[in-house]
């Protein structure tokens, strides 16, 4: 090029909102970057007519020169030393941005870190001092004026008025809020040799600062944390400081991870005696970790039957190799007991990722991860994205979890970028579950997954044992509106022996639909076999699957009787009533409420493990992760509320949760019991969960999913579209299914447009559209399309998503 220098460029996905693409801009890499720059790095470029300052990812650096005839402008600075994605993870954004109709730039955010994601202040600068004495006095010596959501309405206006006449201007600051935690160390100047003369120097009243010599004596050649050295001894900040300036010591600071659980006892814990069945399992899945295939197994193992030693002796085997484990658990398993039984077998070699962490210990963990510090991470939905290298095996548990869906872009799912994953590494995934999801379990069943069975619980403890009270009859003589006379009578005799109980309150589905409390009965779709949804707002039942509306019935279709009404109840009800009953049991409360504030959660858990209280009552959350020996008693008061939902998954996820939720009781050495109490005891879903057969449920719900043209017989994709009012959102979805009707095939159903359960939320009204299909061609791209192109309608108050495989079309 004779001596004419070679210019780079870089290809880089901006992060613009409401002008979004999937498309990198071409940017000027400046020569005073060329050699710092890296694919994967965060950056800061200029953006649009005014050249504001947006963040960026590096995707690709090259000689190509774009055939773009217009200016290409220059990066403004590199956010990162090193890249803080790699080109897996680059790799994954493409296919996840695709597979889940999002951005590219979202994508990449969701894999970092909160604290690594773009941060835009936005100040306003006053360009002419020449305004209002009140207005001037808002901003600093730097003419600066932070501008917030908290700004006054009043202020707010007169600004926007002082812009429109160029008084003012609004500057943007990519900030990155990733701080790096410092801890100062003492280093001791102090030797056996030069003590003596120190020593000498000083007063025979300084007994303190003779003191402080002795200690830096001891230390030798260790340095140690200030503030422990400080507390140890009972020395000032100010005795440190002046050991300082005497010479006596060198403070230096050094980077540390704020580690998350040093406060936490983990007893280490020894692998155990596999079963016969266990064994089947490890050595099935140790010997795809050899073989490098990225097989994906599916672990369908009852509750108890020691699933999660699976777990660890596999991981086990993958460190020996020198590979690295990574393991899902949902949120809410993510309790001090799962940690410590981790932590107790693997050590400083584990990773923890959960919610509970701040912004600064998620990071931390994360870099400890990226530097290849941890071996194990152990976490929820978005530890899947972990920087880990020579990954070894994947394991999921619970995978039938609905809170592997993010509900916002990117609406990936933890179990399907755990899959990809598995196939970048070439190692296996292991699907694990006592109640697998019914589209993981078909894939057993065609042998897309490998199907492991653990069908006996350990030390060959029987199942517990369920009873069915039918709630019709039961209330007819039942001591308050929640509790039989039966279940009653078995809380007193267990709490008589004094072991403990948990009880537990079904709180999806709350009010939203409408039951006969003489017959059970509620109201269904005509068309759809699925329950219709109270509207209050219009005072009427809707089908939310195919539009169908009628009028809220005053007697019950089934019965005649007058008795049908909204059903619901909550835990604070629940819990007077059993004080009444009750007046001796101390009982702990957890539920959103109780469990708000940071840690609550695991606190209430610990409490009653040691057992101060005797009976447990709460929602959902505490189907999960418990592992109390004491615990010989499961009631659940109300059975049948999800069953009411206008939802395809409403009995698999009634099935789901009773058996998870009976399979708390008797874990260790006693016998458990479960009291179930339902208003539909002929369900099959309750049924098959009192018997605790799972392959009958599966097959008789597959029969009725294949009927009806559920997933997985289909697969399945809902749009929805929300605007301030709600003609536009109606409007807006004919629109998108006169679209459709001409880029599907006959075979594909377009369900809807019908509004959603909750039309109205936030003043936004909301709309949707559920198309199945099998195989439509020509659909991922005209989704694509729809999503970019929805975006010229944003200013105007449009808001569209489009979500793969929904986890329910509510
Ligand atoms: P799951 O996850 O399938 O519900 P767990 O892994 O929690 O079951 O195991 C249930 C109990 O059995 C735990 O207390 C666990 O420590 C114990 N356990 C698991 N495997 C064995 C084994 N091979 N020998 C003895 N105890 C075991
Ligand atoms: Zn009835
Ligand atoms: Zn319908």
């Known amino acids: 090029m004779r001596g004419e220098r070679m210019s780079l460029y870089a290809q880089v996905i901006v992060d613009v909102p409401t002008m979004q693409t999937n498309k990198p801009y071409t940017y000027l890499v400046p020569s005073e970057l060329e050699e710092q720059i890296q694919a994967g790095m965060r950056c800061v470029v200029p953006f649009g007519k005014g050249s504001r300052k947006i963040q960026g990812f590096v995707l690709d650096v090259s000689n190509q020169k774009p055939d773009e005839d217009f200016e290409i402008k220059k990066i403004i600075s590199l956010m990162d030393f090193v890249p803080v994605l790699n080109e897996e993870a680059l790799q994954l954004a493409d296919w996840m941005a695709n597979y889940t109709f999002s951005f590219k730039i979202s994508c990449l955010q969701t894999m970092l870190p909160n604290v690594m994601r773009a941060g ?35 202020i707010r206006r007169k600004i926007y008025g002082l812009r429109k006449k160029d008084k003012v201007e609004i ?16 280093k001791s100047k102090i030797t056996a040799e030069n003590i003596s003369a120190f020593l000498n120097a000083q007063r025979k009243t300084a007994t303190k600062k003779k003191r402080m010599l002795e200690k830096l004596l001891d230390l030798g050649n260790d340095s140690v944390e200030r503030i422990k050295f400080q507390k140890q001894n009972s020395f000032t900040s100010n005795d440190v400081k002046q050991a300082e300036n005497s010479g006596w010591l060198s403070l230096v600071s050094k980077e540390t991870y704020r580690n998350p659980s040093e406060n936490a006892t983990t007893e280490s814990s020894s692998p155990r005696k596999l079963t016969a069945e266990q064994n089947v399992c490890v050595t099935r899945i140790n010997q795809a970790i050899e073989q490098e295939e990225s097989d994906v197994f599916l672990l369908q193992g009852v509750t108890g039957s020691g699933k999660t030693e699976v777990y660890l002796q596999t991981i086990a085997h993958a460190l020996k190799l020198s590979k690295k484990a990574l393991m899902l658990v949902p949120e809410i398993s993510l309790t001090p007991q799962m940690v410590r039984r981790v932590k107790g077998r693997f050590g400083p070699k584990v990773a923890m990722l959960h919610s509970a962490l701040s912004d600064g210990e998620r990071f931390d963990e994360w870099r ?55 196939k970048h590494h070439h190692c296996p995934v292991v699907l694990g579950s006592a109640t697998p999801s019914l589209e993981s379990r078909a894939r057993g069943q065609k042998s897309v997954y490998q199907r492991l069975l653990l069908t006996k619980r350990i030390n060959g403890r029987p199942m517990p044992h369920v009873e069915l009270v039918d709630m019709r009859e039961a209330l007819k003589s039942a001591p308050s509106p929640d509790f039989s006379a039966e279940l009653l009578t078995k809380i007193k005799e267990h709490l008589k022996r004094d072991e403990q109980v948990v009880l537990m309150l079904n709180r999806r589905g709350y009010s939203s639909f409408v039951m006969c409390r003489e017959c059970g009965f509620v109201l269904k779709c005509p068309n759809c076999d699925i329950s219709l949804t109270l509207h209050m707002d219009t005072h009427s039942m809707k089908c939310h699957y195919c539009g169908h509306e009628e009028s809220i019935p005053r007697i019950c279709p089934s019965c005649r009787s007058n008795k049908i009404r909204y059903y619901g109840t909550g835990t ?122 799972y392959e009958r449920f599966y097959a008789y719900e597959m029969q009725l999913r294949h009927r009806l043209g559920y997933p997985p017989y289909y697969f399945t994709i809902k749009i929805t579209a929300s605007y301030d009012n709600e003609a536009d959102a109606c409007r807006k979805m004919y629109e998108i299914r006169r679209e459709l009707s001409q880029v599907l095939s006959k075979s594909a159903k377009i369900l809807g447009p019908t509004p959603k359960a909750i039309m109205r939320v936030n003043n936004r009204y909301y709309y949707q559209i559920v198309i199945e299909y099998k195989k439509e061609p020509r659909l991922e791209e005209y989704l694509q399309d729809l999503l970019v192109r929805s975006q010229t309608d944003e200013p105007k108050g449009l808001k569209l998503i489009i979500d793969r495989d929904p986890i329910s079309f509510m």
């Not at 202040?121 to 600066?144: G, H, T």
């Not at 189907?623 to 009995?651: E, H, I, M, Q």
């Open 120 to 154: 835009y202040e936005k100040s306003i600068r006053l360009l002419d001092e020449n305004v209002e004495p009140e207005i001037k006095k808002l901003f600093d010596q730097n003419n600066l004026l932070a501008f917030d959501d908290k700004m006054d309405a009043k």
């Open 572 to 693: 604070q009800k629940v819990e007077e009533q059993l004080h009444e009953l009750l007046p001796n049991a101390r009982v702990l409360r957890m539920d959103v409420d109780t469990t708000r504030r940071k840690g609550a959660h695991e606190r209430l858990l610990e409490r009653f493990g040691r057992h101060e209280a005797d009976i447990l009552l709460g929602t959902q959350m505490i189907a999960k992760g418990l592992d109390f020996p004491d615990v010989t008693l499961v009631g659940v008061l109300n059975a049948d509320t999800a069953l009411g939902l206008p939802d395809f998954r409403s009995s698999e996820k009634t099935f789901q949760l009773l058996t998870q939720v009976s399979g708390r009781a008797g874990r260790a050495d006693k016998n458990g019991e479960v009291v179930i109490q339902t208003f539909n005891k002929e369900h099959y879903a309750i049924q098959f969960a009192c018997t605790q057969e």
């Open 368 to 422: 400890r991860i990226e530097r290849g510090e941890a071996q194990v991470v152990v976490g929820a939905r978005s530890a899947v994205f972990a920087p880990l290298d020579r990954i070894g095996i994947i394991i999921m548990d619970e995978e039938h979890e609905t809170s592997y869906k993010q509900d916002e872009m990117p609406r990936y799912n933890a179990r399907e970028v755990a899959i990809w994953r598995g």
């Open 171 to 186: 500057v943007y600051h990519v900030n990155d809020r990733a701080r790096v935690k410092e801890t100062e160390f003492i």
